[in-house]
């Protein structure tokens, strides 16, 4: 039995939800999406691989071996900027990128929480 498809829909899948999670992260909590990025190490070396996670990326641009992001330095979505968050989002691009999170201990991953009675002005 081929289960190529399976596996695949499966990595599809698993990516769509990261996608998701990082944005409504960085849309509803911005504050999480800060500390999690300032623990972070290394730098963005435009390897691509997280503008290729579930679909390519329109601002994508591929020549050769090389690839570049046409929005990198103007209007670049926050989600894109915060990548990686945390691990799993690392799992995502099967460790293919240039940053890292020290070996400090292993947090859980950034979850997003939705509290409609929590108060506005308040810290959570």
Known sequence: ???HWFSRLLALSRGLQGKIRRSFLCFFQP???EERVSKREGNCDQCGACCKIV???PFLIEYGTHTACRIYNSFR???CRAFPLDRQDLEDVEFNCTYFFPES????P???VWDPWR??????
């Open 1 to 3: 039995m081929n289960t």
């Open 31 to 33: 504050a999480k999406v």
């Open 55 to 57: 679909f390519s990326c």
């Open 77 to 79: 979505p926050m989600a």
């Open 105 to 108: 201990g292993h947090e859980a």
């Open 110 to 112: 950034i979850v997003p």
């Open 119 to 124: 108060d506005p002005g308040s810290k959570a």
